[in-house]
T-cell receptor, first 111, second 113 residues
Framework: TQLLEQSPQFLSIQEGENLTVYCNSSSVFSSLQWYRQEPGEGPVLLVTVVTGGEVKKLKRLTFQFGDARKDSSLHITAAQPGDTGLYLCAGRNNAGNMLTFGGGTRLMVKP | DAGVIQSPRHEVTEMGQEVTLRCKPISGHNSLFWYRQTMMRGLELLIYFNNNVPIDDSGMPEDRFSAKMPNASFSTLKIQPSEPRDSAVYFC???????????FGPGTRLTVT
């Protein structure tokens, strides 16, 4: 079983601060995805990273896939209250047909 | 375009009752996934279908759980009999085909008392 550990589990910060969320595994994934989930809704895909060392930017969000494709990070610059939510990482197995989700990081950004 | 549709959005039932959750995937999507989300265990894959055929049901917790996909536009997840530990949010997701990105529905919040 491929497991993904996310840290921290909870994060409460003030508007304008920077933060980094981590997603770690001992397994290699063919790709890794980041989702954001808001209360009462399903997860929404933010980004997919495929290549080891890959960096993708989505406005104030920067995603990085580890060189060995076992870990990933999400960095948010100048966080805003609208960034509040549950951030989930999900690794795709080598067969490409299934996702394994991490436990999530619950982020709260206070105005 | 309509996203993944799930019904009901909320279900409260008593232990021992049968519960049926419904999902309509995005039109044209060939793969459908059922997940369960709890605070303790996070988001877990229960079963997924490809072209209406169940491919992997290893995540289905017990024989009390069953899922069907009679056609490309409809799937059900049934729990019979339900137990309090089944209380969770159940999500359905669909993708164009494996291994493309999955799109999640809004979920069904199930409470078994």
């Amino acid at each position: 079983t491929q497991l993904l550990e996310q840290s921290p589990q909870f994060l409460s910060i003030q508007e304008g601060e920077n933060l980094t969320v981590y997603c770690n595994s001992s397994s290699v994934f063919s790709s890794l995805q980041w989702y954001r989930q808001e209360p009462g809704e399903g997860p929404v895909l933010l980004v997919t990273v495929v290549t080891g060392g890959e960096v993708k930017k989505l406005k104030r969000l920067t995603f990085q896939f580890g060189d060995a494709r076992k870990d990933s990070s999400l960095h948010i610059t100048a966080a805003q209250p609208g960034d509040t939510g549950l951030y989930l990482c999900a690794g795709r197995n080598n067969a490409g047909n299934m996702l394994t989700f991490g436990g999530g990081t619950r982020l709260m950004v206070k105005p | 375009d309509a996203g993944v549709i799930q019904s009901p959005r909320h279900e409260v039932t008593e232990m021992g009752q049968e519960v049926t959750l419904r999902c309509k995937p995005i039109s044209g999507h060939n793969s459908l996934f059922w997940y369960r989300q709890t605070m303790m265990r996070g988001l877990e894959l229960l079963i997924y279908f490809n072209n209406n055929v169940p491919i992997d049901d290893s995540g289905m917790p017990e024989d009390r759980f069953s899922a069907k996909m009679p056609n490309a536009s409809f799937s059900t997840l049934k729990i019979q009999p339900s137990e309090p530990r089944d209380s969770a949010v159940y999500f359905c997701a669909s993708s164009l085909r494996l291994p493309y990105e999955q799109y999640f529905g809004p979920g069904t919040r199930l409470t078994v008392t």
